[in-house]
């Protein structure tokens, strides 16, 4: 059975979750996305799949956080994330429009896995969205969480 | 016996003898009589027993009284000679009295014998008792002439009446220079070069001498040389025993060593009077027991105490505030007793206390002058309440200024952050729209795919184009923003070196094209490299650009180098400008020709112009429509920038 990739993207500007949800549905098939349009729909999702319940699958493979949102911003999902033992080992590319150092490094300190800016052009936008995703889905290997998907881990070996 | 009369008698007839002895015994005087009658008895009786009386007849029969006179008068001159004779005329009489006899007695008036006898011997005694003084007198002028002879610090002589010198001793000719040949018969005026009327005139000091006997003065007096040196001169009129005047005792010491120190301490004197009475400071002398002695006018104006009232006061008591008495006095003990503190030698500041109680700021000083009493001391104050005043103005205004630094600082740091929120927005949400847009139409493109039209895909290949410029004017506006605000990094620059590495970078702006450079002599200059770089890029690159449709371009880059300034010029032969619109050139965004004709963000002159203003420089353009364009910069030479000299 093949596992069912899963990616949360975390954006507030409606047009940007809109073309980074289309070009990651046309660059692979077996990808699940679930989309939060501020950091506190992103927390309250990622609590409630921290662990698959029933049918209810575990938490995405990937995170795609943009920094700049109002009331809850990207930097406080990053800490609330990585303080909870739950979410700790999810990995989180931080993807924004802000060249910003302290920026880049807040998040870094916040424990981002990744921090990519948001090329100005669309079609590098497209490629790098399409890059991470080949990356972060196909290439890396998440750390091993309890649940369905080391289940699912140790049933396909 | 001593008191006896020696009587030497020239007498031939005996009776008479007898008379004589009669008479004389009468008078009972005690006397031996010895009776001679001839020259050769006479002579050894006047040498073997000196007679004190001689009693001589007149003619005698081997012998004659005038003889005998003459005789008496050659070997004893004092001993008295009286006639005794019986006949004598008138005239004999006399002439025997001229011829030096004592008197004469007839003997038929033997009565008159005695008193003649006593007259004679009284006058005799007179004589030898003057003699005695006389000669006395002149062993003692003998003793007094060797005397003032081997005086050589005092000028002593004589003069006569008219004021003629009559002797000069040593100290005179010392003195004086004159020796004694050249200068005896001289009025006294000789030393003197006093006009007629000068109370010391030597007329009028021999006039004075004469009157009161004694004049003394201190004058200038003129030596044989000419040199004048101050003298005290005593005159002393000199009178024969009837007071007639027999001339003056002139004594002359030379007195210039002390006039001379009399007149250094009376300028010392002077100058120590007048620094205290004008100087500005208050300096006051103190004794051992800090009582005031000296109060200069600066005191009194300084203190508000007059002269009389500060002297003999205690000068802590006067001036010191009462509650810094006790340190003070602790001080002042601390130094008398080691012999050294705080105040000595090095000027203090203290506060000190006026008479209506005014306190004020001096800077204080202390000497100290040993003497008999063990010390004095010489306290100047110099009142620096107004400096004092001055410096915490100074240093307020100092703190104000400090503050308003500070207050500023932050300002334009708030300035900054605001500058740096807006530029992030600016290229955060002018610039996502931009995407957007992009990013629609190339979904729309691949949806649409190959119903699309041949115009409708190139209406959405213009929005596409037109969202990519606008993304680099954001991004050329933002380099811009970020120009104003870079920190400056001043160094040494090869000029020549920047402009060939910038050449070198546009190189393949020109691909293809035939260009002549002409680069001139370009001294160094004292900029930031990175930006001196920019400005060259810019620049060039304008020049390139509006000279790509000559068939030839020439570019022409040079400096000259002035007292003050590097200025610089990129020539080109290129479209030009008309020149009424030269004003613009420098400004964001504006263009003189079309974006469509010679692409570009409107922003690469005004970097230019914000970069050399920053410098301290100024940019200019020159040029014609067609017949190309020149731009200048200047930039200041190593000093007098006001930005971070590194």
Redesign the interface.
């Given at each position: 059975m093949t596992r069912l990739n899963r990616i949360l993207v975390v954006d507030d500007d409606e047009n940007d979750l809109q073309l980074t949800v289309s070009e990651l549905e046309r660059s692979g098939n077996a990808t699940s996305i679930d989309v939060a349009r501020d950091g506190m729909e992103a927390l309250l999702f990622l609590r409630k799949h921290a662990a698959p319940a029933g049918r209810r699958p575990g938490p995405p493979d990937i995170v795609l956080l943009d920094l700049h949102m109002p009331c809850v911003d990207g930097l406080e999902v990053l800490r609330e994330m990585r303080r909870d033992a739950a979410l700790r080992d999810i990995p989180v590319v931080v993807f924004t429009s802000s060249p910003n150092e302290v920026d880049v490094r807040r998040s870094y300190e916040l424990g981002a896995n990744a921090y990519v800016v948001k090329p100005m052009d669309y079609g590098r936008f497209g490629e790098v969205v399409r890059q991470i995703r080949s990356f972060w889905i196909e290439h890396n290997v998440p750390p091993p969480v309890a649940g369905s998907r080391a289940a699912s881990l140790s049933a396909a070996t | 016996m001593k008191n006896e009369l020696q009587i030497l008698m020239l007498e031939d007839v005996a009776a008479d003898v007898v008379l004589i002895n009669h008479e004389l015994r009468k008078a009972g005087v005690p006397f031996r009589t010895r009776r001679v009658e001839t020259r050769e008895a006479f002579l050894r009786e006047l040498q073997q027993h000196p007679p004190s009386l001689i009693l001589s007849d007149h003619g005698l029969p081997q012998f004659d009284g005038f003889t005998a006179l003459a005789i008496a008068q050659r070997e004893c001159p004092d001993v008295p000679f009286i006639f005794v004779t019986s006949s004598m005329g008138e005239e004999v009489a006399v002439e025997t009295l001229k011829s030096g006899a004592t008197d004469y007695v007839l003997k038929e008036h033997i009565g008159n014998l005695v008193p003649a006898v006593t007259r004679a011997l009284r006058l005799s005694d007179e004589r030898r008792r003057r003699h005695a003084a006389e000669s006395a007198l002149s062993e003692s002028e003998e003793h007094f002439r060797t005397l003032v002879d081997g005086v050589r610090d005092y000028a002593i002589f004589m003069l006569d009446p008219e004021g003629l010198v009559t002797t000069w001793n040593a100290g005179a000719e010392w003195i004086f220079g004159y020796r004694e040949a050249e200068i005896i018969g001289r009025p006294l005026a000789t030393f003197h070069f006093l006009e007629v009327g000068d109370p010391h005139h030597p007329e009028l000091m021999l006039r004075s001498a004469a009157g009161a006997g004694h004049q003394e003065a201190e004058v200038q007096l003129v030596r044989k040389s000419g040199t004048r040196f101050w003298a005290s001169t005593t005159l002393t009129a000199l009178r024969h025993p009837g007071g007639r005047l027999r001339g003056f005792a002139n004594v002359t010491h030379d007195i210039s060593e002390r006039k001379r120190a009399e007149e250094a301490l009376r300028r010392s004197e002077t100058a120590k009077r007048v620094i205290l009475e004008t100087a500005l400071d208050a300096i006051i002398a103190i004794d051992q027991g800090a009582r005031v002695r000296e109060w200069n006018p600066a005191a009194e104006r300084m203190f508000g105490y007059s002269r009389e009232q500060a002297v003999n006061s205690t000068l802590d008591v006067l001036v010191i505030p009462p509650p810094l008495l006790e340190i003070y006095r602790d001080g002042l003990a601390t130094y008398l007793m080691t012999g050294a503190g705080s105040l000595l030698g090095r000027p203090i500041e203290l506060r000190l206390r006026r008479a209506d109680d005014q306190e004020f700021w001096a800077e204080v000083a202390i000497a100290r002058e040993p003497s008999e009493e063990g010390a004095n001391y010489t306290v100047v104050i110099h009142d620096i309440e107004k400096r004092k005043q001055a410096e915490e103005r100074f240093r307020r205004l100092n703190e104000e200024l400090e503050q308003r630094v500070k207050d500023r600082t932050a300002q334009l740091e708030a300035a900054n952050q605001e500058l740096e929120a807006f530029s992030?927005s600016v290229?955060?949400d002018l610039?996502?729209?931009?995407?957007?847009v992009?990013?629609?139409?190339?979904?729309l493109e691949g949806r649409l795919g190959p119903r699309l039209e041949d115009n409708d895909r190139k209406l959405l290949q213009s929005i596409t184009e037109a969202t990519?410029r606008m993304?680099r004017l954001i991004d050329a506006l933002l380099a811009f923003s970020r120009l104003g605000r870079a920190d400056l990094r001043k160094t040494a620059v090869n000029l020549g070196d920047l402009v060939a590495s910038a050449i070198g970078e546009l190189k393949s702006d020109a691909a293809g094209r035939r260009v002549d450079w002409e680069i001139g002599p370009l001294p160094d200059v004292h900029a930031d490299p990175a930006l001196l770089r920019q400005v060259l890029l810019n620049l060039i690159s304008n020049a390139l650009k509006y000279t790509r449709r000559r068939s030839c371009t020439r570019i022409e880059i040079a400096g000259q180098e002035t007292a003050e300034e590097v200025v610089c010029h990129v020539r080109d032969n290129g479209v030009g400008f008309d020149r009424r619109f030269a004003h613009k050139l420098f400004r964001v965004f504006q263009r003189l020709h079309s974006a469509t004709d010679y692409e570009g963000t409107g922003i690469g002159l005004a970097n230019v112009r914000c970069i050399i203003q920053r410098h301290g420089g100024r940019v200019w353009a020159e040029g014609t429509v067609n017949e190309g364009a020149t731009f200048h910069f200047s930039l200041p030479k190593a000093k007098g920038t006001s930005d971070d000299p590194s």
């Amino acid at each position: 059975m093949t596992r069912l990739n899963r990616i949360l993207v975390v954006d507030d500007d409606e047009n940007d979750l809109q073309l980074t949800v289309s070009e990651l549905e046309r660059s692979g098939n077996a990808t699940s996305i679930d989309v939060a349009r501020d950091g506190m729909e992103a927390l309250l999702f990622l609590r409630k799949h921290a662990a698959p319940a029933g049918r209810r699958p575990g938490p995405p493979d990937i995170v795609l956080l943009d920094l700049h949102m109002p009331c809850v911003d990207g930097l406080e999902v990053l800490r609330e994330m990585r303080r909870d033992a739950a979410l700790r080992d999810i990995p989180v590319v931080v993807f924004t429009s802000s060249p910003n150092e302290v920026d880049v490094r807040r998040s870094y300190e916040l424990g981002a896995n990744a921090y990519v800016v948001k090329p100005m052009d669309y079609g590098r936008f497209g490629e790098v969205v399409r890059q991470i995703r080949s990356f972060w889905i196909e290439h890396n290997v998440p750390p091993p969480v309890a649940g369905s998907r080391a289940a699912s881990l140790s049933a396909a070996t | 016996m001593k008191n006896e009369l020696q009587i030497l008698m020239l007498e031939d007839v005996a009776a008479d003898v007898v008379l004589i002895n009669h008479e004389l015994r009468k008078a009972g005087v005690p006397f031996r009589t010895r009776r001679v009658e001839t020259r050769e008895a006479f002579l050894r009786e006047l040498q073997q027993h000196p007679p004190s009386l001689i009693l001589s007849d007149h003619g005698l029969p081997q012998f004659d009284g005038f003889t005998a006179l003459a005789i008496a008068q050659r070997e004893c001159p004092d001993v008295p000679f009286i006639f005794v004779t019986s006949s004598m005329g008138e005239e004999v009489a006399v002439e025997t009295l001229k011829s030096g006899a004592t008197d004469y007695v007839l003997k038929e008036h033997i009565g008159n014998l005695v008193p003649a006898v006593t007259r004679a011997l009284r006058l005799s005694d007179e004589r030898r008792r003057r003699h005695a003084a006389e000669s006395a007198l002149s062993e003692s002028e003998e003793h007094f002439r060797t005397l003032v002879d081997g005086v050589r610090d005092y000028a002593i002589f004589m003069l006569d009446p008219e004021g003629l010198v009559t002797t000069w001793n040593a100290g005179a000719e010392w003195i004086f220079g004159y020796r004694e040949a050249e200068i005896i018969g001289r009025p006294l005026a000789t030393f003197h070069f006093l006009e007629v009327g000068d109370p010391h005139h030597p007329e009028l000091m021999l006039r004075s001498a004469a009157g009161a006997g004694h004049q003394e003065a201190e004058v200038q007096l003129v030596r044989k040389s000419g040199t004048r040196f101050w003298a005290s001169t005593t005159l002393t009129a000199l009178r024969h025993p009837g007071g007639r005047l027999r001339g003056f005792a002139n004594v002359t010491h030379d007195i210039s060593e002390r006039k001379r120190a009399e007149e250094a301490l009376r300028r010392s004197e002077t100058a120590k009077r007048v620094i205290l009475e004008t100087a500005l400071d208050a300096i006051i002398a103190i004794d051992q027991g800090a009582r005031v002695r000296e109060w200069n006018p600066a005191a009194e104006r300084m203190f508000g105490y007059s002269r009389e009232q500060a002297v003999n006061s205690t000068l802590d008591v006067l001036v010191i505030p009462p509650p810094l008495l006790e340190i003070y006095r602790d001080g002042l003990a601390t130094y008398l007793m080691t012999g050294a503190g705080s105040l000595l030698g090095r000027p203090i500041e203290l506060r000190l206390r006026r008479a209506d109680d005014q306190e004020f700021w001096a800077e204080v000083a202390i000497a100290r002058e040993p003497s008999e009493e063990g010390a004095n001391y010489t306290v100047v104050i110099h009142d620096i309440e107004k400096r004092k005043q001055a410096e915490e103005r100074f240093r307020r205004l100092n703190e104000e200024l400090e503050q308003r630094v500070k207050d500023r600082t932050a300002q334009l740091e708030a300035a900054n952050q605001e500058l740096e929120a807006f530029s992030y927005s600016v290229s955060h949400d002018l610039r996502t729209p931009l995407r957007h847009v992009g990013g629609f139409v190339e979904i729309l493109e691949g949806r649409l795919g190959p119903r699309l039209e041949d115009n409708d895909r190139k209406l959405l290949q213009s929005i596409t184009e037109a969202t990519r410029r606008m993304g680099r004017l954001i991004d050329a506006l933002l380099a811009f923003s970020r120009l104003g605000r870079a920190d400056l990094r001043k160094t040494a620059v090869n000029l020549g070196d920047l402009v060939a590495s910038a050449i070198g970078e546009l190189k393949s702006d020109a691909a293809g094209r035939r260009v002549d450079w002409e680069i001139g002599p370009l001294p160094d200059v004292h900029a930031d490299p990175a930006l001196l770089r920019q400005v060259l890029l810019n620049l060039i690159s304008n020049a390139l650009k509006y000279t790509r449709r000559r068939s030839c371009t020439r570019i022409e880059i040079a400096g000259q180098e002035t007292a003050e300034e590097v200025v610089c010029h990129v020539r080109d032969n290129g479209v030009g400008f008309d020149r009424r619109f030269a004003h613009k050139l420098f400004r964001v965004f504006q263009r003189l020709h079309s974006a469509t004709d010679y692409e570009g963000t409107g922003i690469g002159l005004a970097n230019v112009r914000c970069i050399i203003q920053r410098h301290g420089g100024r940019v200019w353009a020159e040029g014609t429509v067609n017949e190309g364009a020149t731009f200048h910069f200047s930039l200041p030479k190593a000093k007098g920038t006001s930005d971070d000299p590194s």
